[in-house]
């Protein structure tokens, strides 16, 4: 079982560029969530989905864009790169199924993209 | 605007104490939360979920209290161990599609 899977691990950009952080999750979760965490900080949250066709904003959204046209796929779109956003991505998701034990609730996450914007 | 904080940035203990560590909210009516474990160049990983109408919940060594009233939660690491030094994110969650973590604890367990 894979889980989330997170591509490229390691990326840089020079500013301006443009690329796509590629995530995938076989576990058939309706909700996935991308964070990004800076160096000693903690998470925050870019944009997360609650199924295909469903996308909404984070607590810092801008300068990314993302689509989910399958419940597998939720890959997330830098356009015109910037220094600032230098961090570690994280791709994760959930179930969102309502149990007696909330265990639809527990995130699962991938390994991180380390990126890199020179 | 809802806002999570953790006790401190850094805790070092002695192996074999216990430690506690601390998450407090602010604007929030969270259903439960949620503490994670993150090793260095990882992912975070689910440790633990106590839901709202629960005061304690354990894991082997690992002990949660929630208390609604003091919007705070308590997490207990117990004959804590080299091994448990990680960083640890706490989540109130419920209610809402998305998902907020605390800025996390780093905790170092010196033999």
């Known amino acids: 079982n894979a889980g989330v899977t997170q591509t490229p691990k390691f990326r840089i950009l020079k500013i301006g560029q443009s690329m796509t952080l590629q995530c995938t999750q076989d576990m058939n979760h309706n909700y996935m969530y991308w964070y990004r965490q800076d160096p000693g900080m903690g998470l925050k949250l870019i944009y997360y989905s609650v199924g295909a066709g469903i996308t909404d904003k984070g607590e810092v959204p801008n300068g990314y864009n993302v689509s989910r046209s399958t419940t597998e796929d939720f890959p997330l779109r830098l356009e015109l790169a910037a220094p600032s956003q230098t961090s570690v991505y994280f791709c994760?998701?959930?179930?969102?199924?309502?149990?007696?034990?909330?265990?639809?609730?527990?995130?699962?996450f991938g390994e991180g993209s380390w990126l890199t914007v020179v | 605007s809802q806002k999570i904080e953790q006790n401190s940035e850094a805790l070092n203990i002695q192996e074999g104490k216990t430690a506690t560590l601390t998450c407090n909210y602010t604007n929030y009516s969270p259903a439960y939360l949620q503490w994670y474990r993150q090793d260095p160049g990882r992912g975070p990983v689910f440790l633990l979920l106590?839901?709202?109408?629960?005061k304690e919940k354990r894991k082997e060594r690992l002990k949660v209290t929630f208390d609604t009233t003091l919007k705070q939660s308590l997490f207990h690491i117990t004959a804590s161990q080299p091994a448990d030094s990680a960083t640890y994110l706490c989540a109130p969650g419920g209610g809402a599609n998305n998902l907020f973590f605390g800025t996390g604890t780093r905790l170092t367990v010196i033999p």
């Open positions: 994760a998701s959930r179930t969102g199924i309502r149990d007696k034990e909330s265990r639809g609730n527990t995130i699962y």
């Open positions: 106590i839901r709202e109408n629960e």
